[in-house]
C-alpha cells in the first residue's frame, strides 16, 4: 500500500511538472498544488486512456495535457504580460 502511494505522488509530481512546463508564463502554484493538479491529472489521463485503448505514449500525452489544463485553471488562466 505503501508503494502505491509513493509511486503516485511520485508520478504526480512529474506530470504536475510537464503540465506546468507546458503553460506559457509564470505559474504561482505551490509544491502541493502542483501535486494534487499532477495526481488527478495522473488518475484521469489513465481512466480515458484505458477506455479509448490508448498505449503508454498517449496515456502519458493525455495526462500531461489534463495537467496543462488543471495548472491553467488553477492558475487563474493564461497571465498577461508584465508590463514596466
Known sequence: ML????VA?????VIGALGRLVV???Q???L???LVVG???ALAGGLVAGAIGAGSVVTVLIEVALAAIGVALVAGGPAAPRSR
Open 3 to 6: 508503494a502505491v502511494i509513493t
Open 9 to 13: 505522488v511520485a508520478s504526480g509530481l
Open 24 to 26: 506559457p508564463h509564470r
Open 28 to 30: 504561482d502554484l505551490s
Open 32 to 34: 502541493w498544488q502542483t
Open 39 to 41: 495526481v488527478v491529472a
